[in-house]
């Protein structure tokens, strides 16, 4: 698996951010809690890139239970051009708390054959294939068929991610819960059975891998 530190990621970006003005049109905005980043169009390929902040992609279905289908922070990409669009304004990105999104189109994005534009392919499937990655491990999580095995297999992820067996939920509970997309109560009973099967340790969100 390809893991990116934090530290590569975010001068992945700043270098990125450099080279992009000279052969599209961004634009940063700011967002506060709540308020909605933009809405998925079909034939539309946006690319989003979070420079501050967190921000949910989440979908409401007809009788308007949400669904948190990915989490987005610091350097992470998002936007039509990664998700199949079918129907407009079906998936909205909002924002978690105070955030600074860089936008552009990639159909606007003019590219030609010099050492700057090969530079810029360059970051630009880097960062694609950590997206790609990342959605990988979402399916992954969504083919498991009981609430312990999804546990089980996100914690490992973030355990992978964070070079140890010691990791914070980057969620709350309810979240995490319409993340997995289970009931939330059920989810705290199955936390509850591993920790005392002594498979995890828990201290709020915190949490370390026993196995």
């Known amino acids: 698996m390809l893991v990116m530190s934090m530290k590569e990621k975010r001068e992945l970006i700043h270098h990125l951010r450099t ?7 961004i634009q ?3 967002y506060q809690k709540g308020d909605n980043v933009t809405t998925y ?16 992609l989440v ?3 007809r009788n308007g239970n949400k669904t948190i289908v990915e989490r987005y922070r610091e350097n992470d990409l998002f936007g039509e051009a990664f998700h199949p669009v079918v129907t407009n304004n079906e998936l909205f990105v909002v924002a ?12 606007d994005l003019h590219l030609k054959e010099d ?10 499937f880097q960062l694609a294939t950590l ?7 979402r399916i992954e999580l969504l083919t498991k068929t009981t609430i312990r095995e999804k546990l089980l297999f996100y914690f490992s992820y973030l355990a992978i991610n964070n070079y140890g067996k010691e990791f914070t939920i980057p969620f709350s509970f309810t979240d995490l819960s319409d993340y997995f997309n289970v009931d939330r109560s059920a989810l705290m009973r199955e936390l509850k059975h591993l920790t005392d099967e002594g498979f995890i340790e828990r201290k709020g969100k915190n949490i370390t891998l026993l196995y």
């Open 96 to 107: 978690k708390e105070k955030s600074e999104i860089l936008q552009l189109v990639y159909d």
């Open 41 to 56: 169009l079909a034939k539309r390929n946006q690319i989003c890139i979070v420079l501050t902040g967190v921000v949910d």
């Open 19 to 25: 080279l992009l003005p000279k052969h599209v049109r």
């Open 59 to 61: 979908r409401y279905d």
């Open 115 to 124: 050492k700057s534009d090969m530079i810029l392919c360059h970051h630009l």
């Open 131 to 137: 997206k790609a990655i990342d959605q990988n491990i």
């Open 28 to 30: 940063i905005k700011h």
